[in-house]
């Protein structure tokens, strides 16, 4: 399993490419015993970007209790996917195309406070839902 591919795979699918360290890391336990298959896609991707860092390129930023992907790193993760042909060279002018545009704005720490609180009341409201059904 590629490790910089599988934490590309798993930012994607979040509604705002942001996940907290315990999300991702539960993501990558279940990828990770899912089966060969996963290792086998991830290990395709990685070989369409050999030189791939998700840190120095900016794919991923490190954000406080979590990364997010960056929209380069969205760009980057579908050239990979979408890629029937080419070269390296091709994956590089897209990375360096996307240096030059402005970076994504970055969320308030406020803000995912607030939608980590928001989250857990969800939960503990379940929970008692789901007990009082029982």
Known sequence: MNFQVTVL???VSYLDGFA????LKRDMAILA???????ERTRRLAARAPDL???SQALVE?????WRITEKGRTVLEFMENRSS???TELD??????SAAEPAPRLLASTRAG??????RRRAARARARAKAS
């Open 93 to 98: 002018i897209a990375v360096e195309h996307l």
């Open 33 to 39: 015993t899912s089966g060969r298959d996963w290792a």
């Open 86 to 88: 080419g070269s390296q």
């Open 53 to 55: 860092d998700i840190f």
């Open 20 to 23: 907290a360290m315990a999300d």
């Open 115 to 120: 939608r980590s609180q928001r989250l857990q």
């Open 9 to 11: 795979k798993i930012l």
């Open 62 to 66: 490190r954000l406080n209790g979590g």
